[in-house]
């Protein structure tokens, strides 16, 4: 009974200086998540699902000060990629660093303009992959975006979108706090490409949800902003129709706190859905991937590939389910997630967990935790490659497995450039 | 080429000496063999003189070309000249056959002050050298010796060799774990790069390997010393009759 009070409690004071938006099919939604939220309240480190990552910082009622950041010296993440610009600072869409939103083979839509509609294609779609998404277990925080987010982008794409589409997020006040919501429906054999890099808000709460129909793809890509002080909850809920491809990729460098969590179901036959992550992290940097992977339909094929490398007490948290419903067979589940620890001082925590209730399946996990290869840096070293490079080389190749999920090599190179920066700036 | 006096090594986790005082000297152009029973400290020497972690060295010097190996890193030997071609070369997941080559060589020419060579140049140097070992493309493009085969390692290391142009190349046991026709082929690549300014030094166990690889010199070591010195001669003495004399006299 306390707890429900302290939740509750955490609750109202967590929402007092977010005001609910009526009217529209957006206010509709909005009251239903709150109901929802009310009956919820805001998680707390005794939820078996936060057990490795103290949310207060995530729900106390103002977001924790984070120092502003200058990553001038390296180019803008993606800079060299044809892209549209979509920006929001500290939450806040800024038409001057947009592009104008048309493009060919999809819509593209701001929450805050298109919620005020009677009708929408949207209202099938948002808050409802969340509200799914809270089975078996809650995730309030993905149900007070659906209520409280302030803006967003409604994508839907009908054909092979021609450029991948680019949302940045940019940190320019030390207390902001961003809530946003995107939705993004990928129609029968469609194809679009979502890129998202930026630190976002001092503490940003967001969620996508995704729906893939028959035969579409999606691929998505993430470059999770280098300030060391921002902290982040994110949500991905997506569902998979027949034959659909699923591709989520993140990159995390820095940050206080990052928790991302990925909702998958495969519900049609023949859909795949790989989710894959690489992080760094030196000193006060923790960071959680929750992952829930549902297979409903038949032979699907789902990957989890996530690397982290930690030093100085940097945490790394991993916590990846597969469930294989009954009926769901052939299913093909890999779960994958490692740690480089680069000192005696930093942490890893696992929890892989399968359960599956066909009895045609190939599922495997596997999770490690170790130091890079003595043996394997003194045959570099002995070929003349200097002690440095030779571990830079030996932790890109660590996380070559995740980054090898990325579906397109102008932007794994992208992500490689900003991993070897990284090891530069990083090397004490 | 090479000069080792008096070289004392233990292991640097227990009290145990590998080494007791060995001497050697190589001069520019030359190959030696050192043969020995299982535990004489064939392999230690080798790893003492690359720089590998886990060695003590208690007193003595190696030098090469004057210059003193046991005070650099392993990085600086090799830029310095020094080759070691592994007994059990080491899989790298993740790093690409080609790029671990590339950065080597390059990291080598830097460390000399050289030009670095690009990436076409490279490629088509790489080409050449691998097919006369037999090693094709697909070797080139796979992680580093990850799901090579015994013989594809050994060849892999030759390339190595090849592509690094070392003055001083040791041999740990590269016979090691090959057929007759592998150990041929490795053998020509070994023949291939000798030259009046390169020098050898072949460690193993056989005899066969110096019947491809001619020494002019052959050592037979023992407790962590050097007991016998003579020409091929010695390899075909030792083949024919084991160690077990010479070490006998030796004592």
């Known amino acids: ?428 | 080429m090479l000069e080792i006096q008096n070289l004392h090594v233990k292991l640097a986790e227990e009290d145990k000496v590998i080494l007791h005082g060995l001497d050697l000297k190589i001069g520019a152009g030359e190959v030696h063999a050192i043969m020995g029973p299982n535990g004489s400290g064939k392999s230690t020497l080798s790893y003492v003189l690359s720089g590998r972690d886990g060695y003590e060295v208690t007193a003595g010097s190696a030098k090469l070309q004057g210059a003193e190996l046991l005070d650099m890193e392993p990085e600086e030997r090799a830029a310095a000249g020094l080759f070691l071609a592994f007994q059990y070369p080491v899989e790298i997941p993740g790093v690409g056959n080609m790029t671990f080559l590339r950065t080597a060589l390059n990291a080598q020419k830097k460390a000399r002050g050289e030009d670095e060579v690009s990436a076409g140049e490279f490629l088509k140097l790489v080409r050449a050298k691998a097919k006369t070992l037999k090693i094709d493309a697909e070797m080139l493009k796979r992680p580093v010796n990850v799901g090579f085969s015994g013989g594809e390692k050994k060849r892999n290391e030759i390339l190595q060799m090849a592509m690094l142009e070392p003055r001083m190349c040791i041999l740990d046991e590269t016979d090691s774990g090959l057929d007759v026709d592998a150990m041929k082929l490795v053998a020509d690549g070994v023949n291939a790069l000798r030259s009046a300014g390169r020098s050898f030094l072949v460690i193993t166990h056989y005899q066969r390997l110096l019947d491809h690889i001619k020494p002019d010199v052959v050592h037979i070591m023992s407790a962590g010393r050097i007991i016998k010195t003579g020409g091929p001669e010695l390899a075909l003495d030792v083949e024919n009759n084991g160690y077990a004399d010479l070490v006998a006299e030796a004592e």
């Not at chain 1, 609750?11 to 977010?18: F, G, P, T, Y």
């Not at chain 1, 938006?21 to 909005?30: I, M, P, T």
């Not at chain 1, 998979?240 to 998958?264: E, H």
């Not at chain 1, 925590?349 to 003194?378: M, N, Q, R, W």
Request: hydrophobic letters at 45%; one cysteine or more.
């Open chain 1, 1 to 428: 009974m306390a707890l429900a009070l302290a939740k509750t409690e955490a609750l109202n004071a967590r929402i007092a200086r977010h005001s609910l938006q009526k009217g529209g099919w957006l206010g509709a939604a909005r009251a239903g998540a709150l109901a929802r939220l009310g009956a919820m309240g805001m998680p707390v480190k005794r939820d078996e699902y936060w057990r490795y990552t103290d949310p207060s910082s995530l729900t106390v009622a103002n977001a924790p000060i984070a120092a502003l950041f200058d990553a001038g010296d390296e180019p803008p993440a993606y800079g060299a990629i044809d892209r549209l610009k979509i920006t929001f600072v500290d939450g806040v869409f800024d038409p001057a660093a947009s592009d104008d939103l048309t493009l060919s083979g999809v819509t593209i839509e701001r929450l805050a303009l298109a919620g005020k509609a009677d009708i929408h294609w949207a209202r099938d779609l948002f808050g409802l992959l969340e509200e799914r998404g809270q089975t078996p277990v809650e995730r309030p925080l993905a149900t007070m975006s659906t209520a409280f987010a302030t803006d967003g982008v409604l994508i839907r794409a009908t054909g092979k979108v021609t450029k991948p589409i680019s949302l940045i997020y940019e940190h320019k006040s030390e207390t902001s706090d961003a809530i946003l919501h995107h939705c993004i429906k990928v129609e029968q054999g469609a194809d679009v490409t979502i890129l998202e890099n930026g630190p976002a808000a001092a503490r940003l709460t967001m969620v996508m949800e995704v729906e893939v129909a028959e035969g579409g793809s999606f691929h998505h890509i993430r470059t999770q902003g280098r300030d060391h002080e921002r902290r982040a909850a994110t949500h991905i809920f997506a569902r998979l129709a027949s034959d659909a491809l699923f591709k989520s990729f993140t990159v995390t460098a820095n940050g206080r706190l990052t928790r991302n969590d990925v909702v998958v179901e495969l519900i049609g036959h023949d859909a795949a859905a790989h989710i894959a992550g690489a992080c760094v992290g030196d000193g006060d940097f923790h960071h959680d991937d929750t992952i829930f992977i549902t297979h409903a339909g038949e032979r699907c094929e789902s990957r989890q590939v996530f690397k982290k490398v930690l030093k100085n007490g940097a945490v790394g948290v991993f916590q990846g389910k597969i469930l294989v419903r009954q009926g769901a067979q052939k299913t093909d589940g890999y779960q994958i997630s490692q740690a480089l620890l680069l000192d005696d001082d930093s942490q890893f925590l696992a929890k892989p967990e399968l359960e599956i209730y066909a009895d045609d399946v190939k599922c495997s996990h596997g999770s490690t935790s170790g130091a890079i290869d003595d043996g394997a840096l003194f045959y570099l070293r002995s070929r003349g490659v200097p002690l440095k490079e030779a571990q830079s080389l030996m932790v890109l190749a660590f996380l070559a497995e995740a980054i090898e999920e990325i579906h397109d090599e102008a932007i794994a190179e992208d992500v490689r450039e900003r991993l070897r920066n990284w090891l530069v700036r990083h090397e004490k």
